[in-house]
Every structure is written in C-alpha cells, then in structure tokens.
T-cell receptor, first 110, second 115 residues
C-alpha cells in the first residue's frame, strides 16, 4: 500500500518548456488535489478533482492544466514554464475529511 | 471564503519544555479544523483534527488542540517536546461539501527543538 505517489521527485526546466507532473493513489479515494508550497506562503490549492471526470480551479490555477485520467491518477501540466512556477508541488487525495499527501516534486524553472 | 493566520513563523524551544503554536481562523460558516505536520523533505501528515463534538482533540504523540469558537482559534500545545518534534506545523480549515474537502492552509510555524 503505497498511498500517494508522485513522479518525478526533482525537475529542472528552462523557461518556456513544458512538463507533466504525475500523481497516483491506491486508496480508492474519490477526491484528488494539487498544491504548491512556497516559503512563507504555506500550501495553495492549484486544482482539485472532487470525483473521476470532474476538475475545478483552486486558488492559483493560472499557468496550469490538469487531467483526471481515472480514479487513481491526477496529472498536473505546465504548458510553458515560468520562473514564478519554481516551487514544491504536492498531490493529495481524500475520502471525507482527511487528505493524504504525496512526497512532493521539487521543480526549478530557470 | 476562509482564511487561517499563524502569527509565529518560527518557535524555538528547549527539549522537555512546553510549547504552544497559535492558529486563528476566519469563516462565515462552520468549519472543520486540522493540524498537519511536515518533517524535512517529506509531505504533510495529519496530526489531529476537529470535526465536531469535544472541543479538545489529541494526537497519538502527545499534542493536543482546543477549538475555541468565540475566539476563532485552534491552538496546538504539547506539555513536553522532544527533539523529534522538530518540523513545520500547518493549521488548516475546510468547509466540507459534496465536492470534496478543500483545505485552506496557514503559512506554517517552524518548530525547532533544541537540546
């Protein structure tokens, strides 16, 4: 039982490059989330998916897109990376009240 | 909309001393309250939560938090900290709807336990 897994763990991009962050959960949870964590700002919600087939914007969605591929997987795509997107990205899943977090992806955009 | 304030960005404390990490929230509706802990280079883990019922909630490793509706607070306390408690602590609120459980986080408090 791996919980929530994220790939890759680290990534360096140049400005303008694109990439997809992958997230998978094996807990059969309906809801999944993407957050970014920046120093002194806590975690901010980028997008979430309340159930398979639905996605909604969170607090900071600009520059990102998401895909809920199936119940297990929820990916985050940066179409044209910018230095302001340098951050640590966390995926989470939940059933009812408690969210379970992955280990994070540290992304640097040069 | 909800908001969470953690006024202390860093709290240094000696081992075996008591500690309190402060959390205040703002919301026009009833909320659920959480404390998450993040150890270095790891994801967040749930420490404790208040959903309803008793306003004092406890974790398995000796932390406790009390929901105070009149003061809109949910402060985290531990009577005697250990070096292994060094981590960043995040307070969060949510309004649970049928569309998932979106969390609003505070900016975090870094607890540093010193010998």
């Amino acid at each position: 039982n791996a919980g929530v897994t994220q790939t890759p763990k680290f990534q360096v991009l140049k400005t303008g490059q694109s990439m997809t962050l992958q997230c998978a959960q094996d807990m059969n949870h309906n809801s999944m989330y993407w957050y970014r964590q920046d120093p002194g700002m806590g975690l901010r919600l980028i997008y979430y998916s309340a159930s398979e087939g639905t996605t909604d914007k969170g607090e900071v969605p600009n520059g990102y897109n998401v895909s809920r591929l199936n119940k297990r997987e929820f990916s985050l795509r940066l179409e044209s990376a910018a230095p302001s997107q340098t951050s640590v990205y966390f995926c989470a899943s939940s059933e009812l009240d408690t969210q379970y977090f992955g280990p994070g992806t540290r992304l640097t955009v040069l | 909309a909800q908001s969470v304030t953690q006024l202390d960005s860093q709290v240094p404390v000696f081992e075996e001393a008591p500690v309190e990490l402060r959390c205040n929230y703002s919301s026009s509706v009833s909320v659920y309250l959480f404390w998450y802990v993040q150890y270095p280079n790891q994801g967040l883990q749930l420490l404790l939560k208040y959903l309803s019922g008793s306003t004092l909630v406890e974790s398995i490793n000796g932390f406790e938090a009390e929901f105070n509706k009149s003061q809109t607070s949910f402060h985290l306390r531990k009577p005697s900290v250990h070096i292994s408690d060094t981590a960043e602590y995040f307070c969060a609120v949510s309004v649970f709807t049928g569309g998932g459980n979106k969390l609003t986080f505070g900016t975090g408090t870094q607890l540093k336990v010193e010998l």
